[in-house]
């Protein structure tokens, strides 16, 4: 069955965009502490499908001469899934583009691993603020990218961004059952 990682920093909002899409409370489990997930959880969404839900990048203590972006068991997980159509990178959107993502997006097209971008939490920004980060986004990626790729606005807080993201995994299923 196909399936979407999400991942991103810790704290970013990854549980809880989870239970957001599935209306689940508490399926994922979230916290105001980073590093609460610490391993690779699925949830079979409809018989049909697979949320899944990883640790933050960016909190595990890794030694300095490690620069490793996440546990070789994630990167295994990443590099390794037939099944993993495609990758659900979370950032804040009251951020710029953070060098630890930008280093993430470069490593999955290094990897070829398909990916779109989710920005969290907008319900803390207002609506000018919004347009100006994800404009300011835009053009840091674009210095390193011929195009912006897919993106989506969320807030699990408001429900913002739910029928878009589900909208965009029930097309790639489509494809994945023709393939
Ligand atoms: P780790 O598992 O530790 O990597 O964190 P995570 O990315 O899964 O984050 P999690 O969903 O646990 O959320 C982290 C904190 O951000 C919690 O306090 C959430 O309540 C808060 N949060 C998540 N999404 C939103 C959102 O859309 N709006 C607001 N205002 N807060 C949010
Ligand atoms: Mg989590």
Redesign the pocket.
């Known amino acids: 069955m196909p399936e979407y990682a999400f991942i991103?920093r810790?704290?970013?909002?990854?549980?809880?965009l989870i239970n957001m899409l599935t209306g689940v409370t508490d399926l994922a489990k979230?916290?105001?502490k980073?590093?609460?997930?610490q391993l690779i959880n699925h949830f079979l969404i409809n018989d049909n499908w697979y949320i899944v839900d990883l640790?933050?990048y960016g909190?595990a203590k890794v030694s300095k001469e490690k620069s490793a972006l996440f546990e070789k068991f994630i990167s295994d997980y990443l590099t390794t899934r037939t099944s993993l159509l495609c990758i659900f990178v979370l950032v804040d959107a009251r951020l710029p583009l953070q060098q630890i993502d930008r280093e993430f997006f470069e490593w999955c097209g290094k990897k070829e691993i398909p990916f779109v971008i989710v920005f969290?939490?907008i319900?803390?920004l207002k609506r000018q603020e919004i347009v100006k980060n994800i404009e300011d986004y835009e053009t840091q990626l674009l210095r390193s990218w011929t195009e912006v790729p897919t993106y989506f606005l969320t807030?699990?807080?408001k429900k913002i961004g739910r029928d878009e993201i589900l909208s965009f995994i029930e097309e790639t299923n489509k494809i994945f059952k023709i393939v």
């Open positions: 991103g810790s704290n970013v909002g990854k549980s809880s979230t916290s105001g980073p590093g609460k997930t640790p933050g909190y969290t939490k319900d803390k807030s699990s807080e």
